[in-house]
């Protein structure tokens, strides 16, 4: 049977980095054999992120007749899909069609569960109001973020599970490249290194307390404003205080064995974390110290940037309203040539 190649996110685990890696190798891939799926689930394309068509069919509550329509384009070739919220276990329903037809294969990548449930907290439960404390207590009562949910909902519709920690592999593109079946020949583009930005824990923590600042879990724009104009904000690597961390990690300790091994358990569990910031928000610097110094370093660059702007715009004004230059007189030799031209038809 032809294959299907699924990247099933976790969300919060490279999959921007892991997408990226496979649109812009799209064409490679094409070439290949490997058909890539864009944000239509069309396949053979530049390949682009179908995460709202799988979300839209999730909220409707579909079977998946519209999945298999968009498989039966394949043919017997083999495909790729990349979407992070495929983790939904309710996703896996989707596809029990299309695995009579397809051998699917899954890549699953996760990381630790105590960074997995901060960053969820910094991007989206604290733009609610929800403090960390009450985040992860609530997360641990419902067994958030799930990775064993995902495995055992595909497990009757996949042929294998590939499941990978990045805490404990060498290379993400050496893994995606395996999964797929391929040698790197060195023509492929490379994984893109750049990280999402992390914000101080003080900015997350302070915004947490006044969530009115945010239309939605999914607003941006504090986010995008503190990208741009402040660099003072951007933190070294967040890690959870020590105790915290341990008790999370514990909780998922049977779960971890069960999906990676109790090797590479062990492994991420003596990879422990040096506590860094309380939970408290206080650090060397008080919070309230370091958002004005926050505010002060933006407005700062801000200010910068708006006398570029000026600058530039008084350019373009002078420049259109300049006065027309006076067209240039004739030269000599253009005179000369004009008299001798006039007196031999005179």
Not at 79 to 106: C, M, Q, T, W, Y
Not at 134 to 160: C, M, N, Q
Request: include cysteine; aromatic fraction near 10%; charged fraction near 25%.
């Amino acid at each position: 049977m032809p294959k299907l190649f699924i990247h099933i996110g976790a969300s919060k685990c490279a999959s921007t980095s892991i997408q990226t890696f496979i649109f812009e190798n799209a064409k490679k891939l094409n070439d290949r054999g490997l058909l890539v799926a864009d944000q239509n689930l069309l396949f053979g394309s530049r390949g682009d992120n179908p995460i709202w068509f799988f979300q839209t069919l999730i909220d409707r509550g579909e079977t998946g007749e519209a999945v298999s329509r968009a498989m039966g384009v394949l043919g017997d070739r083999d495909g790729v899909i990349s979407a992070e919220n495929l983790s939904n276990p309710i996703a896996a329903n989707l596809f029990s069609e299309v695995a009579k037809r397809f051998d699917i294969h899954l890549l699953h990548v996760i990381r630790r569960q105590d960074e997995w449930l901060y960053s969820s907290w910094k991007q989206w439960h604290s733009k609610a109001g929800h403090s960390l404390e009450d985040y992860i207590d609530y997360a641990l009562r419902i067994g958030e973020p799930g990775f064993a949910k995902t495995v055992h909902a595909w497990s009757p519709i996949a042929k294998t599970i590939h499941t990978v920690s990045l805490d404990v592999i060498d290379s993400l593109e050496v893994e995606i490249m395996r999964w797929l079946g391929l040698v790197d020949d060195g023509t492929f583009r490379r994984l893109p290194s750049k990280a999402n930005p992390t914000f101080d824990f003080r900015i997350v923590d302070l915004l947490s307390r006044h969530s009115a600042a945010y239309d939605h879990a999914h607003d941006t724009k504090i986010d995008d404003f503190v990208v741009k104009y402040s660099k003072l904000a951007g933190s070294v690597k967040f890690h959870l205080p020590k105790d915290i961390s341990s008790k999370i990690m514990a909780h998922f300790h049977d779960e971890n064995v069960a999906l990676l091994g109790a090797s590479a358990t062990n492994i991420i569990e003596r990879n422990s974390f040096s506590e860094k910031i309380p939970i408290g928000g206080i650090s060397e610097t008080s919070e309230h110290d370091f958002i004005i110094a926050c505010l002060l370093e933006s407005m700062g660059r801000m200010s910068a940037e708006m006398e570029a702007i000026k600058a530039d715009l008084n350019y373009m004004y002078r420049a259109s309203n300049a006065p027309a230059p006076p067209p240039p007189a004739p030269s000599r030799e253009r005179r000369r040539w004009d008299w001798r031209r006039y007196l031999r038809y005179s």
